[in-house]
């Protein structure tokens, strides 16, 4: 069956020696991998491998069987053409940790449009910032909505959180309760728009501390959440 759809690239790997096998997020079916068969082969091939960098965003016509692993793929092009993600060190390393995140994190093979429309926004409002230190911090809090674990958006005058069971509190419950200046960030980002960003001020010591809490709570609400290998890319970019 040809269908249309659109997609966010999550991942690719190299299939023998000229198959390329692409892992998305798509609009329609949620996660889908995706075989390119010979796109290695040929230098004409070889040229659509840029449709497949890290968090690209693709329309493209699929031949989907439902009783397959892996999906076909035709007529392939961008549905935004990022014009700095890819070649600004500092965004192609937010890109490479927030993709392998990503690729962990998301597993549903089923629609979730709305879930689709936040990374496609968050993404091309990346690309067009000229501030953006922060927005990793930022997309994985939002993402938590989508996921399911959002923090509970009350009692935000109590002086811990905790990390287990996504609530405020007032009193230290142990090893997963947060306070000082990692709640006092997590205070500020909740319920902020990314455009409101540049007024949350924080050093790299703060920003890699406050990540590694994020990092954290991902790992207490979702099986199998590994913490990303590009994390240290990120926090040597941002040092």
Same mark, same amino acid.
């Given at each position: 069956?040809?269908?249309?759809?659109?997609?966010?690239?999550? %991942?690719?790997?190299?299939?023998?020696?000229?198959?390329?096998?692409?892992?998305?997020?798509?609009?329609?079916?949620?996660?889908? %991998? *995706?075989?390119?068969?010979?796109?290695? $082969?040929?230098?004409?091939? %070889? &040229?659509?491998?840029?449709?497949?960098?890290?968090?690209?965003?693709?329309?493209?016509?699929?031949?989907?069987?439902?009783?397959? %692993?892996?999906?076909?793929?035709?007529?392939?092009?961008?549905?935004?053409?990022?014009?700095?993600?890819?070649?600004?060190?500092?965004? &192609?390393?937010?890109?490479?940790?927030? &993709?392998?995140?990503?690729?962990?994190? !998301?597993?549903?093979?089923?629609?979730?449009?709305?879930?689709? +429309?936040?990374?496609?926004?968050?993404?091309?409002?990346?690309?067009?910032?000229?501030?953006?230190?922060?927005?990793?911090? !930022?997309?994985?809090?939002?993402?938590?909505? *989508?996921?399911?674990?959002? @923090?509970?958006?009350?009692? !935000?005058?109590? @002086?811990?959180?905790?990390?287990?069971?996504?609530?405020?509190?007032?009193?230290?419950?142990?090893?997963?309760?947060?306070?000082?200046? +990692?709640?006092?960030?997590?205070?500020? !980002?909740?319920?902020?728009?990314?455009?409101?960003?540049?007024?949350? $001020?924080?050093?790299?010591?703060?920003?890699?501390?406050?990540?590694?809490?994020?990092?954290? *709570?991902?790992?207490?609400?979702?099986?199998?959440? $590994? $913490? @990303?290998?590009?994390?240290?890319?990120?926090?040597?970019?941002?040092?």
């Amino acid at each position: 069956m040809l269908t249309k759809n659109q997609g966010i690239v999550l %991942s690719k790997l190299k299939y023998r020696d000229n198959d390329l096998i692409v892992k998305c997020y798509t609009k329609e079916r949620g996660v889908v %991998s *995706y075989i390119l068969r010979g796109v290695l $082969k040929s230098k004409k091939g %070889s &040229s659509k491998t840029i449709y497949y960098q890290a968090l690209s965003q693709l329309q493209f016509e699929e031949v989907f069987k439902t009783n397959r %692993s892996l999906q076909g793929i035709n007529d392939v092009k961008f549905s935004y053409i990022y014009r700095s993600v890819h070649s600004n060190i500092y965004k &192609s390393s937010i890109v490479l940790f927030l &993709s392998e995140i990503l690729s962990n994190a !998301l597993k549903e093979e089923e629609k979730n449009e709305s879930l689709f +429309n936040y990374l496609e926004i968050a993404l091309q409002y990346l690309d067009n910032s000229e501030q953006y230190s922060n927005f990793h911090l !930022l997309f994985l809090l939002k993402l938590t909505r *989508y996921l399911g674990f959002q @923090p509970e958006n009350k009692n !935000l005058e109590f @002086p811990y959180f905790n990390l287990e069971s996504g609530i405020f509190e007032s009193f230290n419950y142990g090893i997963y309760s947060i306070s000082g200046e +990692n709640l006092t960030l997590l205070k500020q !980002l909740l319920g902020i728009n990314f455009d409101a960003l540049q007024s949350i $001020k924080i050093n790299a010591k703060q920003r890699r501390e406050f990540l590694n809490v994020l990092l954290h *709570y991902f790992e207490l609400h979702l099986d199998g959440f $590994k $913490k @990303p290998k590009s994390l240290q890319v990120l926090n040597e970019v941002f040092h």
